[in-house]
């Protein structure tokens, strides 16, 4: 896709990953060829700069004027309800995972877009599926409401794939860490919120185990393997809809660890509630080599790299008055 005939809509702009990636898309792309939506107006300074729609992706009428109005050719699927507060609202994750991907998908199909990408997650795993470098092909049995949605999410996407030949694709992302937006209520969020304590409290009350183990992703890698995926040429691509990808993983313990070489005097206490069972039922490790082989996925920040820039990030932020956190 060349400057000239980019029109892209993100949905679910506001949110974690959508916050850093319409900036990145409208440094590809140009600023008014991005067309960032949310149901809430973004709070980030980036988004501000762009052109916005205020949009709920349940309601086809929206999304299809939206699509007609921005003459969109490609769209980034972001909006989504994540793991914890599917678990207390599931009819809601069900409405917005489903129905809002579905939307996506049949206004795709009719309205002529030429690419959707759509997140998965490694929600899609569950106490079945080998915990240890879990590979791409194997058994998806999820416990949480979020995961099933994300399951149906990705063999929903692949039959568009099959059926109507219509480019969709997407990654099993891990837990995202970043500094811009918060996360949205996922199950891995501690790994961001405990870098925003660190900075301000100098210690962290963790809601999982020290022991649990889960895969992990740094932004700049996240939005990498979108763009790269994204760039790569669809008569290659042997998966869709569902590419396993991670740069790390570490336990609650190694994190905290990791953060402690740099504030020796950061303490962590563990008091783990509902979000546990949760990464129980998780991943430790992917195996992301279909990604590698296909689109040459390789991700830049491991945990070290990964933490001395999120401690860096946040301190400037504090020592600038501007750090926001409602801890
Ligand atoms: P987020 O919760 O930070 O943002 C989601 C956004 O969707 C929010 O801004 C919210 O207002 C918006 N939204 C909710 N309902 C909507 C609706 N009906 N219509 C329009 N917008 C709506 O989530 P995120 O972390 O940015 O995740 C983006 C995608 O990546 C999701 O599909 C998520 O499942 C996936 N993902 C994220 C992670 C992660 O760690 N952040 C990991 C795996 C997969
Ligand atoms: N980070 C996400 C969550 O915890 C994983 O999809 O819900």
Known sequence: MTSETATILVTGAAGQIGSELVPALRENFGQHKVIASDLVEPKADSLREGPFEKLDVTDRVQLE????????????HLAAILSATGEKNPV???????????????????????????????????????????????????????????????????YYVKKFNLDVRGCR????????????????????????????????????????????????????????????????????????VTAMSFSAAQLAAEIKKHRPSFEMSYQPDFRQAIADSWPESIDDTAAKEEWNWEPDYDLARMTVDMLNVLQEKKNQGKLVYPG
Request: hydrophobic share 40%.
């Open 173 to 244: 992302f891990p837990g995202i860490i970043s500094h811009e937006a918060l996360p949205g209520g996922g199950t891995t969020d501690y790994a961001v919120a405990i870098f925003y304590e660190a900075v301000i409290h100098n210690k962290y009350s963790c809601f999982l185990r020290p022991e649990t183990r889960l895969p992990m992703m740094y932004m700049p890698d996240c939005l990498k393997s979108i763009i790269k995926l994204m760039e790569a040429d669809f008569s290659q691509l042997r998966h869709h809809s569902n590419f396993n």
């Open 65 to 76: 004027t939206a699509i007609k109005k921005h003459k969109i050719k490609r769209i980034y």
């Open 92 to 158: 809601k994750a069900w409405e917005v995972n489903m129905h809002g991907l579905f939307n996506v998908l049949e206004a795709a199909r009719e309205l002529e877009v030429k690419q959707v990408f759509c997140p998965s997650s490694i929600a899609v795993f569950g106490p079945l599926t080998p915990r240890v470098n879990t590979p791409q092909d194997t058994i998806l049995s999820p416990t949480t409401m979020y995961g099933v949605t994300k399951v149906a999410g990705e063999q929903l996407s692949d």
